[in-house]
């Protein structure tokens, strides 16, 4: 079998299985190049997802963005508004790449992310403030605006998706919060519904992060050093996401979603992010391999990607008929002393912080651009 045809192979396989796979990744030189058009047309890519890491990276390597810098110093524009242009540019062109998706899964797939400016995470208003502003300046119908899912993101993403934006909520790590995230999402679609929005090409993912859950108690486990505690390594993330995929059933079989349902509404996809694997002690397709579910959205960066076309196994539905194991798995944990509520917040916390830093960076690089070009 040639590479391609692994890679068709490999990218068919879950396909079939119902899980659509979203690049995590995005720069003017993927764009200028044609390489997010060959991923896209060769190896099943379907959507992509950006974060203020990517584009922090993006815009630190090499000069594809010198010359619209330039434009953006002659113009007088602060660094906020040049990030603001930067941004919003390549993912209006990562928009126009995967139209063609778009329009033939009606809008389920073919969808690029933006996330607000993280420093707004826990400002309500400022969050759906901005997430307009994202929308009316990329002006693509398949973009999502990222809304983190921190306790004053809920009511964000409610208000955003009442406004008919499509919305991916981040930053998701416990049940509890994945349940609320859901319904915010089922309260927006109301909200949609109910001011004559179109809600068939309203949607929304909702991204629980996976690999993370594993670095931080895993972490925890070798400090408490015993071997029951050690033999629970490495189980934490999967058995976490398989526990959302059941509430994600359970809440989407409910007379409630079936109104919106009858109505045109796409039901809110669980989406895996967090998917390298940090551990080498670790298959590097395991967050692929574990996580095969009808339905679903798993996005990989290219290296985890690249890992799955050339070794991941693949078997449809890999995650229902593992709910008590995962249950047992949590339930573990507990008893050596590991606590799934500090676990979570400490990595929202942490989730937040990191974005905030990366941003943070994002804005000196350009404004250091921004200096250079105004010299």
């Given amino acids: 079998m040639s590479d391609t045809e692994q890679k068709q192979n490999a990218v068919h396989q879950l396909a079939e299985a119902g899980v659509s796979v979203w690049l995590d990744d995005l720069s003017r030189e993927r764009l200028t190049s044609g390489n997010l058009k060959d991923i896209m047309e060769h190896q099943g890519v379907v959507g992509v997802t950006t974060n203020p890491t990517i584009f922090q990276q993006a815009l630190s390597q090499g000069h594809a963005y010198d010359g619209q810098v330039a434009e953006l110093a002659a113009a007088g524009r602060t660094v906020d508004e040049a990030v603001f242009a930067l941004t919003t540019q390549d993912v209006r062109d990562a928009c126009d790449v995967f ?191 574990e996580l095969v579910a009808s339905n679903t959205v798993n996005t990989m960066p290219e290296k985890t990607l690249a890992a799955v076309a050339d070794h991941g196994t693949i078997v449809a539905d890999a995650v229902t008929s593992h709910y008590a194991d995962a249950a047992a798995v949590l339930d573990e944990l507990a008893r050596v002393g590991i606590s799934y509520s500090d676990v979570v917040q400490v990595l929202e916390d942490e989730g937040v912080e990191k974005f905030e830093t990366s941003w943070g960076q994002l804005l000196a690089g350009v404004q250091a651009e921004l200096e250079k070009a105004s010299a």
């Fill in 99 to 289: 139209r063609p998706i778009y329009d033939a899964t009606d809008g389920k797939d073919g969808r690029v992310s933006i996330e607000v400016d993280p420093r707004l995470a826990h400002d309500t208003e400022k969050t759906v403030e901005q997430a307009k502003a994202l929308r009316e300046a990329v002006d693509r119908p398949n973009v999502m605006v990222k809304i983190p899912a921190t306790v004053a993101g809920l009511p964000a993403i409610t208000a955003v998706l009442a406004e008919g934006i499509s919305v991916n909520v981040t930053l998701i790590f416990s049940l509890d919060r994945y349940r609320a995230v859901m319904n915010a999402y089922l309260e927006g679609i109301e909200q949609a519904r109910a001011a004559g929005k179109d809600i068939a090409h309203t949607t929304s993912v909702a991204s629980f992060f996976v690999s993370r859950v594993d670095t931080e108690i895993d972490k925890r486990l070798d400090a408490v050093g015993t071997d029951e505690a050690k033999a629970l390594k490495g189980k934490a993330g999967v058995a976490n996401a398989q526990l959302a995929y059941q509430a994600y059933e359970e809440v989407f079989s409910t007379p409630r979603w079936q109104t919106l349902e009858e109505a045109g509404a796409f039901k809110q996809r669980p989406l895996w992010a967090s998917t390298g694997v940090k551990n080498p002690d670790y298959s590097d397709t395991m967050y692929v391999d």
